[in-house]
């Protein structure tokens, strides 16, 4: 698809001439992520992650735009790493390409993108398009786009109606596409949204999102009812969360996370689901606690806490971020996996034979933006 | 000679009481003062280029907007500069703000205590942003008196120091949602705008200090074109405000206030 779009792209470039005042923006930045691993194993393994994104912003009219965002990623190491996400090594790769016109009755981006629903911080039920695990320990830009024609209608200020579909599919079978609607709106204090997707074979989700104020705490939830096909039972998810920040400037955040995927017993946990990433937690129940103190304006530390509830493994996440010069900002982070043997967080070597989940991981992240 | 002193004296009564009456007529009340801080800080349309310089001991960070506001209801802010916070946008419509962050692409309700946090790393939180309201609608105010000031002001690029008459105005809030339970002012008798501005808590901790260094006049109105904000909570910082270039009254297009403009 994404071929098809450059192709597209670059015929387009040849047959149109450009208006005088088309406006072309480059930014991006370049990241360099020291990781030491210390495996379940008792291993010691150094990587270092260079990534220089690039995003090109090119304003062809005054109502259309083409967006690029062509990143590279460098990785050295000390040995192989069965890096389960990875595969943008040593290539280029486009994680946003894509054209926005913005008619008077809605936005239309057609090509790669990213679509971010829902208002869970650390688990967004609804988000069936792009996925994402562990948000608050993994830098949320890095998150691939999704090859999707979407049409954004704008029904007031707070309010609009969204469709999308994916376009990963041919033409002929779009029927297998998953394709979705959601409604958005504001009453009182609280954002509200709805949403439908089709997930294809019969298959589909209702959503639920929101986002508000109640007794001078923010509070936010989201549901989702999933039939993946017309033959498997229905499963739920869903998240409660708030957050408070005392007049010293602590800021506390709470999520509790229902997984109807998961599951209660650690025996019956699903490891192969896992590893080929169909799904993203192992157990139903999650509790997550975090804690966030700006220093100064230029430093904050953070210090965050992921618990399955269902067989006590955990993750303890302490940060330390500070803007060391205009553009460029240093990360000190680590990653403490913790619980008994077997567990999510903690696997045995049976479900895990690498060594490598359930690592302690200390980070080192250099980000300069430009 | 009995009735020219008595004619003399009678009259001299007479101007005796109308000084005093007229200087009674002149001096303004504390609502007074504060009517004309609003008239002047208060605006149908604006629109304004800003720079805020934040100061960390010896360290500096400059961050670039544009700023547009329709009344005490509407904001909508984009951040230009650094590349770090390019693109990062707000929007504020009555008590409620959003904001777009670039980096993850998504709009986020800013709700809650979560106001309380600092805006950009500022010694500005999200609810000094969000402060829009004329003063006279969520407090009472009452004149202290009078004070000569000397403060820093900013004349043709210089920093010089000047001594200002001033009123000094408490207010002290007569509705729940404020930022500040209590608040001092020092307000210049030239152009009623405040110099000097003391931002308190309930329980009368001081939490900030605000100073206005420059104050153009644009039209017939006062505005104060740079400001510095200490936060006392934190240690050895402040943020300078300074506006580059403001437009009031204007024609501002339409779809400005809308979430469909943030993700644009």
Known sequence: MIKKFLILFFLFCAVIPFPASAELELGGYYKNDIYLLFTRKGKGIAADVNKLKLQIDYQLLENAEIYFSPYYVFLAKTEEIPLLDVTDLDKVTFDRAYVKVAFPFADVTAGRQRVAWGTG?????????????????????????????????????????????????????????????????????????????????EGFQ?????????????????????????????????????????????????????????????????????????????GTDYLFFGLNKLLDEITTVSLSFLWNMNDSGFIVYPAFSRNIFENVDL???????????????????????????????????????? | MKYKFFIIALISCFLVAAVVMGTQALKLSGI???????????????????????????????????MYSEGSEKGFAEFTYPARDKGVKYLRLGDQMWMYLPSVEKVIKIAGHMLRQSMMGSDYSYEDALESRKLLEKYNAHLKGEESLTVTQTKGGKEVKESRATYVVGLVAKVKEVTYYKRMLWVDKETFIPLKEELYAKSGKLLKISETETIEKFGDRFYPTKSVLKNLLRKDSRTEFIITKAQFDIKIPAGTFTQRNLTK
């Open chain 1, 206 to 282: 209702f959503g639920f999102d929101t986002a508000g104020e109640l007794l001078g705490l923010g509070v936010r939830a989201e549901a989702a009812i999933i039939n993946e096909n017309a033959d498997e039972d229905y499963s739920s998810k869903a998240i409660l969360g708030w957050n408070y920040t005392f007049e010293n400037g602590i800021g506390i955040d709470m999520e509790y996370f229902y997984n109807g995927e998961g599951q209660r017993d650690k025996s019956k946990y699903d490891w192969s689901g896992l590893f080929a990433g169909k799904i993203y937690q192992l």
């Open chain 1, 121 to 201: 911080y650390v688990f967004n039920p609804t988000d069936i398009f792009n996925p994402f695990a562990l948000t608050f320990a993994v830098a949320d830009e890095d998150r691939p786009g999704i090859d999707a024609v979407r049409a954004n209608f704008p029904l007031g200020p707070l309010s609009r109606f969204e469709a999308i579909l994916l376009t990963d599919n041919e033409f002929s079978s779009l029927n297998k596409s998953k394709k979705g609607f959601k409604g958005k709106t504001n009453i009182g204090m609280y954002d509200l949204s709805l949403s439908y997707v089709a997930l294809g074979d």
């Open chain 1, 331 to 370: 990360n000190l982070e680590a990653l403490i996996a913790g619980g008994d043997s077997g567990s999510e967080y903690k696997p045995s070597d049976a479900e895990d034979p690498s060594g490598l989940l359930g690592s302690n991981t200390l980070y080192i992240k250099f980000k300069c933006s430009f």
């Open chain 2, 32 to 66: 007074d003062i504060i009517e004309q801080v609003d008239k002047n800080l208060t605006f149908s349309t604006a629109y304004f280029e800003a720079k805020m310089v934040i100061y960390i001991g010896d360290e500096a960070r400059e961050k670039r907007m544009e």
